[in-house]
């Protein structure tokens, strides 16, 4: 599905769970697609949720933004589909790399969502927080800030990768078991590739553009967050470290932090109903 926003360009998103459900808005990873969340359809029809995905600009058939878009842009282009929608209010959660433009649209507009919920959410913070990240994950987010055009062809380069190379192996070392394991899965790995060859459909630009904003300014205090904010984070993550949650558990007074022990970066693919037991919940 796709709706014109003001300025022309066009904003893509899919629908899983049922229709007339609590309405659940799910902004994708980095890089990620409307896709994202399709493994959720059954899940979210049996929660009673209306899941709308919608996807960045330059991401599968959403129109790009020259330059990439900001936080504070994907705030409004957020506030328009809802208004296309006819949703005064909904949930908002935003996952990996989805989290900061999450963030920014409660900071941005507190009266259209209900509650705010980052999963493994990963935003601009000091570094202190970001110890126990990953050493690949440092690199290519100093990489795409640094050498653009280099990190578009190593993410370009994925779309043929065997992940089951020598390299796909060595990268994996980093992670823990859990999510290894999930990594490893057959069906989870036809998830992944398909989702992520439609994030890619128009070339690499836009995941770049996501990673070189890692460390970009928000454009807001956390401290100003009015929204009801429930952070679900996995302790043993080293995609996004558990000490980003902490930190703005600890500057936003909105904001409940549930950590899972022993969890990584993916554990809500598993777990669904981590998310979905706070859509509309007080």
Not at 4 to 27: H, K, N, T
Not at 38 to 53: E, F, K, S, T, V
Not at 164 to 172: C, E, F, N, V, Y
Request: net charge neutral; charged share 20%.
């Amino acid at each position: 599905m796709t709706a014109v926003l003001a300025d022309g360009r066009r904003l893509s998103w899919a629908e899983y769970g049922i229709a007339d459900g609590a309405p659940l808005v799910m902004l994708h990873a980095t890089p990620g697609s409307r896709l994202q969340f399709q493994w959720m359809h059954a899940p979210a029809a049996a929660a009673g949720i209306r899941l709308i995905a919608p996807e960045r600009p330059g991401y599968g058939a959403s129109d790009p933004v020259p330059g990439g878009t900001t936080f504070a842009a994907y705030a409004d282009d957020l506030r328009q589909l809802l208004d296309h929608l006819e949703l005064p209010v909904v949930t908002l959660c935003g996952v990996s790399g989805g989290g900061g433009f999450a963030l920014a649209a409660a900071l941005a507009h507190p009266e259209r969502f209900g509650r705010l919920i980052l999963v493994s959410a990963g935003l601009p913070v000091p570094r202190a927080a970001r110890r126990g990240m990953a050493l690949p994950v440092r690199l290519l987010l100093f990489l795409a800030r640094y050498a653009p055009g280099l990190t578009g062809r190593l993410l370009a380069a994925q779309l043929s990768a065997d992940p089951d190379s020598q390299l796909s192996r060595a990268g994996k070392r980093f992670m823990p078991a859990s999510d290894r394991r999930l990594l490893d899965a057959p069906e989870w790995r036809r998830w992944f590739d398909e989702d992520f060859r439609e994030a890619l459909r128009q070339g690499p630009g836009a995941a770049v553009h996501d990673l070189a904003m890692s460390r970009a300014p928000l454009g807001a205090d956390p401290a100003d967050l009015a929204v009801d904010t429930v952070l679900l984070h996995g302790t043993e993550d080293v995609n996004v470290p558990v000490g980003i949650a902490r930190w703005l558990a600890a500057q936003a007074p909105a904001a409940r932090l549930i950590e899972q022990p022993g969890s990584g970066h993916l554990f809500s693919l598993e777990r669904p109903q981590l998310i979905f037991e706070w859509v509309g919940r007080p």
